[in-house]
């Protein structure tokens, strides 16, 4: 269960300022003998391994990281800018960590069992839950310092990779805080410069929740902390459950933007990017859901199909601008990201690493997020195509798993955007992930390639336009009307068959019962229409349902809708919303079962192509063997 936004209290970190100044301090840990050795291999850059195994020995270390930041200048004894800043946010990182734990105390049984326990030891089960509870709180505090470092510690350049996990230790809170500094000073240790010391402590802290979330399933009493929401407005910190942060720091966006006049055809596919980048800003900070969510209609994921150059790439940049200005009116993080093939790697699992850190990033709860994977079907690989490499299928799986698996939670404030010249080419599965399909086929009609040639070549000329109203046929309400009253029919011609046999066997649609048959009968005729695709019709519908026009004075000044509380953000949307129709629900079903049929064509005339070849070369090969055999110049 979600229990909502608790905001961090500055008077609870300051109640544990004395313990955390003390921890970056000094304290002595107990460490076994494991780690790496006191000198390297002049040359190799490893360091020397013994063949005595020394597991079982422990021993004793003073850690003082002030002074092993310190000592990274060893020439001026007081601390620079960037030295200050890391002992800070360490100290600072520790305070907020005990604060928390605090909070989980006060949320769980802990907090009781804690009072019950300082009177008099608890016995029996009291005591084993107790002590579960007091290792969650634990692990809690230390994966809330790695988190609190990995998104505070700034540093230019690819953090480094070789750095040792921590020698955790949960048996109190302050105990296993104690050992993820031990961890940052051992890592920072003998840097030579400060900027390395900034890359390895970034290093660290990824490294550190890496290991946490490794061991997350061996403790008990954390579901509480599963669904928490925590905020530190001070340090604009977020703590989402056990979902990690992006780093704080952001590079501006730099791109090229395009305005809905810009985008001649596609009318659509260009109506609902408009919608879409509306719909992004009803997003609620504080609640962190967005009331399209909750009414239905939220477009999370879809996909754009179309051939090269029908205008893909303008349409992502649309959507981008949008969002990035209405961003800038209202003062919230707007963040973009492409995933594209340069991010799959020749290393095993570092592909599916990059994708999830993609994810990751535009799910940010904190920001408006806007992620797209441009030919995605040569970035994701089909399960069942044994030429494509291992990182495309961890791509693949990665995708599957974010856009619907088991742990998916749609908020509201992102939303992906997969686009491909060959979308029969993308794994079924994932494609059937994609909750709305735009079909961007570029200017179709005369009007299309008037308006898009007078757009191109400028104004330097003197050329009349002739006989032509321009840009009246991109009038968005209008051709959308128009490109749906096409919808009611079906378009691919193995859709039009089912089409007009429902028809001619059961007359119009007029119930649900009349739709379900025919989605029955679409399924006997495609077998890729499934479940997943039917919800997806449904939440085409919702979205229909919801095909209200924001008005754009909203978007104009932050106070009017977008820095309005979630409840009359919810309210003003519902007033304008309208139930759906029939004629709404045929052409969804249409629209979305002419891809599958066109994807299912696509694929077919594809095998097709490549089994004529095959026998093409097959017929070559022979002819020339024998031509070979009759020269005598065969020797099989």
């Known amino acids: 269960m979600d229990i909502g936004l608790t905001t961090i209290d500055e008077k609870d970190i300051a109640r544990h300022l004395a313990t955390a100044q003390s921890i970056v301090t000094r304290f002595v840990a107990v460490e076994t003998g494991e780690g790496r050795g006191p000198a390297e291999i002049a040359g190799t850059g490893r360091r020397f391994v013994s063949t005595v195994s020394t597991g079982g020995l422990r021993k004793t270390r003073e850690v003082e990281l002030a002074r092993t930041i310190q000592s990274v200048r060893p020439d001026d004894q007081m601390l620079s800018i960037t030295q200050h800043t890391l002992l800070f946010r360490a100290r600072r990182g520790v305070a907020i960590a005990l604060a928390v734990a605090d909070i989980f105390a006060r949320q769980s049984d802990f907090e009781s069992l804690r009072a019950r326990n300082a009177s008099a030891p608890l016995q029996g089960e009291d005591a084993a839950h107790f002590k579960r509870l007091l290792s969650a709180a634990s692990y809690i505090a230390a994966f809330t310092l790695a988190a609190y470092l990995a998104q505070f510690i700034e540093a230019d ?48 802290a990824a490294r550190a929740i890496e290991a946490l979330l490794q061991r997350k399933g061996r403790f008990e009493g954390l579901g509480v902390f599963e669904s928490i929401h925590l905020r530190l407005d001070s340090d604009d910190f977020t703590l989402d459950g056990f979902d990690v942060a992006p780093s704080k720091k952001r590079t501006p966006l730099v791109m090229t933007f395009r305005k809905p006049e810009e985008v001649v055809g596609n009318h659509i ?76 790697s020749s290393y095993q699992g570092k592909s599916g690493q990059n994708c999830r850190q993609f994810i990751t990033n535009v799910l940010n709860p904190r920001i408006i997020g806007f992620g797209t994977i441009d030919d995605i079907d040569q970035v994701a690989a089909k399960r069942s195509d044994d030429r494509a490499s291992s990182g495309q299928q961890e791509i693949t799986g990665v995708l599957m798993d974010a856009f619907a698996g088991a742990s998916t939670v749609v908020r509201g404030n992102c939303s992906f955007g997969m686009f491909s010249n060959y979308p029969e080419n993308v794994d079924d599965a994932l494609r059937q992930r994609a909750g709305a399909r735009w079909l961007v086929d570029g200017p179709q009609t005369r009007d299309d390639y008037i308006d898009i040639f007078a757009l191109l070549a400028g104004k330097n000329h003197k050329i009349p336009l002739g006989e032509h109203q321009l840009f009246e046929a991109q009038q968005i309400q209008r051709a959308v009307q128009t490109a749906y009253e096409t919808l009611s029919k079906p378009q691919e011609e193995g859709m039009r068959l089912v089409y007009e046999r429902f028809i001619a066997e059961h007359g119009e649609p007029e119930t649900i019962a009349d739709i379900g048959t025919y989605l029955h009968m679409i399924k006997e005729r495609e077998p890729r229409f499934t479940g997943r695709a039917i919800k997806n019709v449904t939440d085409a519908i919702k979205m229909r349902a919801m095909d209200i026009e924001l008005p754009d004075e909203w978007f104009e000044r932050p106070e009017t809708f977008m820095r309005k509380s979630y409840d009359e953000k919810k309210a003003m949307i519902e007033e304008l ?35 004529i070849r095959d026998a093409r070369l097959r017929e070559r090969a022979v002819k020339q063997i024998e031509t070979l055999k009759t020269e005598g110049r065969w020797d099989a």
């Open 577 to 611: 919303r309208q139930p759906f129709t029939m004629e709404m629900v045929l052409q969804e079903t249409n629209r979305y079962a002419d891809s599958e049929f066109r994807y299912s064509d696509r694929s077919d005339d594809a095998a097709v192509e490549k089994m």
């Open 269 to 344: 596919a260009k109506y609902q990017s408009l919608k879409l980048a509306k719909m992004l800003m009803a997003y609620d900070f504080d609640r962190q859901l967005n009331p399209f969510v909750e009414l239905g209609g939220f477009l999370f994921t879809f996909i754009g199909d179309g051939a090269p150059g029908t205008g893909k790439t303008t349409l992502i940049q649309m959507i981008a601008g949008l969002l990035n200005d209405y961003c800038q009116v209202a003062g919230y993080a707007f963040h973009y990201e492409n995933f594209g093939v340069d991010q799959i």
């Open 157 to 204: 350049g690819e953090p480094a990779n070789d750095i040792a996990e921590p020698e955790f230790t949960f048996d109190t809170a302050q105990d296993a805080l104690k050992s993820v500094i031990a961890g940052l000073d051992r890592a920072i240790a003998g840097t030579a410069d400060e900027a390395g010391m900034l890359l390895h402590a970034k290093g660290f």
